[in-house]
């Protein structure tokens, strides 16, 4: 058959193996699945956006970038107030815009655009202490850290746990952004560890679907028919590739990597398929989505109110819980 002629038909094939989609929360069904791409359609921001925000797990952890920006915002703000009212100079670096932090989802099926050679743009971050400064204090460190003998913890279903200060500004700020209590930044943290257990478990689980091992399948005989046999999958190639001048020099077969995914519509079944395995994952657990919801909403709504307020002012339960005078060291 005449390549032409089986990229049409390979079209075809991944439109019906498409399956349900979850677009805005509705399931769709096969008959409604948006076609899989013509080549070279993919490579369009548009065309790989729609795709990114398929999974409605990974829509949640990443897919509210303004208000997440808005509450990190507030509460560094609000960190800053806290320090200052002790007298300590806190200036963390300002919270990245979401357009200057970029869409943070995972790709989770390989290369989606060919490399770049342009540099890789530096994280901000916060620098460590310079030794003798102010910051390197036990008084500072209480201040912003709290104590550490009463660090809390949020626990995931399936043994991931992340710890928190309990006190001190940093921990003043989220509760005064994210709510105090096990109804409020404690839940927050619970619901973002679940979701993120359940993104990962949706990635494993997908490779189980049929659809999904079919377009896999067909990926396979076009990087075969292209002269690189024996691969396993996309995003098995991209390992093997991991820095950027790796991926420069692999150029041949990342080039046939993403020729093969746009002739057989391999990225649209993927995040289709993926995205019915997250929903699925949602509808079996409700409370997960109604507090994330409610959180969320919380939080914007706290964040705005901390914004408006120049400079933000600190309650009085965190004036005594960071006291210098109460100031305990901090271990690692």
């Not at 507030?74 to 300002?94: D, K, L, T, V």
């Not at 990635?203 to 005989?221: G, I, L, M, S, Y």
């Not at 959180?295 to 705005?304: E, H, M, P, V």
Request: charged share 25%; hydrophobic share 35%; net charge positive.
């Amino acid at each position: 058959m005449p390549r032409s002629s089986r990229r049409v038909a390979l079209a075809l094939i991944a439109v019906l193996a498409g399956g349900a989609a979850a677009v805005g929360g509705a399931m769709l069904s096969s008959s409604e699945a948006a076609p899989a791409p013509s080549d070279g359609a993919l490579a369009t921001a548009a065309g790989l956006d729609r795709l990114h925000g398929l999974p409605p797990v990974t829509d949640r952890m990443f897919g509210h970038a303004e208000v997440l920006s808005r509450s990190a915002e507030a509460q560094r703000q609000y960190s800053i107030a806290c320090m200052a009212e002790h007298g300590f100079r806190y200036a963390p670096p300002p919270t990245p815009t979401p357009a200057e932090d970029g869409d943070q989802r995972p790709r989770p099926f390989g290369l989606e655009v060919p490399p770049s050679a342009a540099p890789a743009r530096k994280p901000l971050g916060e620098t460590p202490p310079k030794p003798g400064s102010e910051a390197a204090t036990k008084a500072y460190q209480r201040a912003l850290f709290g104590d550490e003998n009463k660090r809390v913890s949020a626990k995931g279903a399936h043994g991931m746990a992340v710890t928190r200060p309990g006190d001190g500004c940093l921990a003043e700020a989220e509760k005064r952004v994210l709510g105090d209590g096990a109804d409020g930044r404690m839940r927050w943290l619970q619901v973002r560890i679940l979701l993120f257990e359940a993104q990962e478990q949706a990635r494993a689980n997908v490779e189980k679907d049929p659809a999904f091992r079919n377009a896999t399948a067909r990926w396979q005989q076009c990087m075969n028919d292209y002269g690189f046999p024996g691969q396993r999958d996309p995003s098995t190639l991209l390992k093997t590739l991991p820095t950027q001048k790796a991926r420069l020099n692999g150029r041949d077969i990342l080039k046939a990597d993403l020729r093969c995914k746009g002739e057989t519509g391999y990225l649209t079944i993927a995040y289709t398929r993926l995205a019915a395995v997250q929903q699925g994952w949602l509808d079996r657990n409700p409370a997960v989505e109604k507090d994330w919801r409610k959180l969320l909403d919380r939080q914007d709504k706290a964040a705005r109110e901390v914004l408006a307020t120049k400079p933000p002012m600190p309650s009085a339960s965190a004036a005594s819980a960071t006291s210098p005078a109460s100031s305990a060291p901090r271990s690692g």
